[in-house]
């Protein structure tokens, strides 16, 4: 009996899984018998179409479709698999193996969407793909062209193509366009969207604001309608400085697992300011869905998280948040598997003091009965409450300020201390590096011993425990007050913690609208 004749060819590609890039192997085997194309390997829907693109880009192209029983085998077959990245290695695969192309592809990884008419365009995760190669890869990767500035910042070497033809001509040797190690300059910093200056006849406010930029603690905010919540917010982000090299490589990554990255995107230092509507879902704040992508937390990674009306949200969301902000990451559970979040953020909140907002500032007219007043306050959960380092209670300016907020000169005080505080951070970084511990901001610091790291005396400790006692708060509470009078002592130039450092601490840890929590009964 005569043996069937098969032909045989095998591409490694990158596949996106959560935000861990992956590699597959694309095999092809073309045999005797009918007609027929069949993809298997656990893919989805997104794959299984790949089929039509696949032939009308290769017949396109000027090649032929092989007129046999065509199998294509994604491996390893027992991961599900999904997304249009695997156009470009099954066509190259089935090119090779119908003898059309002759290349080695012992070192070759391969990956892009293709069009009917066989271009290759980008596809999201392209950041996390090529991460997964390692500096020790020393072989051929052949990206869309859109993904060579990515390259460019990972400092991986690719090749870009535009076409299925470019594709083929990197295989078998006839194109070569590296880009390796190239620097790419990056967008300066723009202006502050609204200055610190412009929050006048706020001072608590103001000083709150460079507190937590200077630590990187969480902020809520809580006055009246127009007292500048929102306006503080903003100008938190202006007070930033700009990413590092490291945090916007782990910021691409979640940005790149939603879409393609513009040019903008790669280039742009700014951290991110996500403003989140009331209306979010759980899984659009956490992450989650059917492919578990990453959420507004994620989003706003090194950045900051601002929840305007925080107790219109709904406590569910709300909740959420607590695990987050103490692990700095997310894992979102599905029957697929577990994926990882990073969710290393700034949170801040605004909310009013009462549902008409009229309660702190003018309390014979608010309209609020006590159990409205408690129940809109109580929306919020006391461990949330717990995990805010600053309450700062905004309320309406004089006529003075008001007058001097129509004037427009003023002198632009944002871009000042956006550059103290980069200095204030280096001090922190070097801090951690004396005590041996990972490099963070006060405000992420999670380690035993923060007495001993934070340089803290005994009498100081004592006194912190004290006045933790007397105003009820938790060990939790206790530490983030801590961490906040070492970023005061930062501000003050300070090497150690002075009690005068805790005391400020304290009147910024403890909100005072609780203080009138029970109703107006109590006033």
Known sequence: MERTKTHNAKVRTLYLSGLEGQVAEVEASIFQGLPSF??????????REAKERV????????????????LVNISPAYLHKSG????????????????????????LIIYGELSLIGEVRA???????????????????????????????????????????????AVEGRRVEYVEHESILPAPLPLPSEDLSTLRGQPTAARALILAASGFHNVLLVGSPGTGKSLSAKILQGLLPPL????????????????????????????????VHHNCTPSAMVGGGR??????????????????????????????????????????????????????????????????????????SCTCTSSMIASYQGRISGALLDRMDIFCTLGHISESSLLETMRSEYELES???????????????????????????????????LGEIFRIGSKEMEYAA??????????????????????????????????????????????????????????
């Not at 940005?255 to 230092?269: F, G, K, Q, T, Y």
């Not at 550059?419 to 004396?434: A, F, S, V």
């Open 415 to 449: 871009l000042k201390w956006r550059d103290r505080i980069k200095e204030l951070w280096q001090i922190q970084y070097e801090r951690c590096d004396e005590a041996g511990i990972p490099r963070c901001r006060n405000g992420e610091c999670r380690v035993n011993g």
């Open 38 to 47: 069949e993809v298997v390997g656990l893919g989805d829907s997104s794959i």
């Open 291 to 364: 492919a578990a992508v990453p959420g507004e937390i994620s989003r706003a990674l090194h950045g900051v998280l601002f929840l305007d009306e925080l107790p219109e949200f709904s406590p569910q969301v709300l909740d959420l948040l607590r695990v987050p902000i103490e692990t700095g990451q997310i894992t979102i559970s599905r029957l697929n598997g577990n994926q990882t979040f990073p969710a290393q953020f700034m949170l801040v909140g605004a909310m009013n003091p009462c549902r008409c907002g009229k309660w702190l500032e003018s309390p014979s």
């Open 244 to 275: 590092e090299h490291r945090e916007k490589i782990e910021l691409l990554r979640v940005e790149s697992a939603l879409s393609v990255l513009s040019e903008d995107n790669i280039r742009s230092r700014e951290r991110p300011f996500r403003y």
């Open 84 to 107: 249009s990245s695997f156009d470009l290695a099954i066509a190259m695969a089935i090119l090779l193996a119908s003898g059309q192309v002759v290349g080695k592809c012992s070192n």
């Open 466 to 523: 004290m006045a933790a006692h007397q105003l009820k708060l938790s060990v939790r509470g206790l530490q983030r007050m801590i961490r906040l009078s070492r970023t005061i002592a930062d501000l003050d130039a300070s090497r150690d913690v002075k009690t005068e450092h805790i005391v400020e601490a304290m009147s910024f840890r403890l909100p005072k609208w609780t203080e009138r929590r029970g109703g107006k009964e109590n006033e």
């Open 55 to 70: 032939r009308a880009s290769i017949r396109s192209c000027g090649f032929e479709f092989p007129k046999q029983r065509l």
């Open 123 to 169: 596809v999201p995760g392209s950041i996390s793909r090529m991460l997964c190669l390692g500096d020790a890869w020393k072989g051929t990767c052949i990206v869309p062209s859109a993904d060579r500035e990515a390259a460019s910042l990972l400092g991986v070497s690719v090749q870009g193509v535009d076409n299925l033809i470019e594709a083929i001509e």
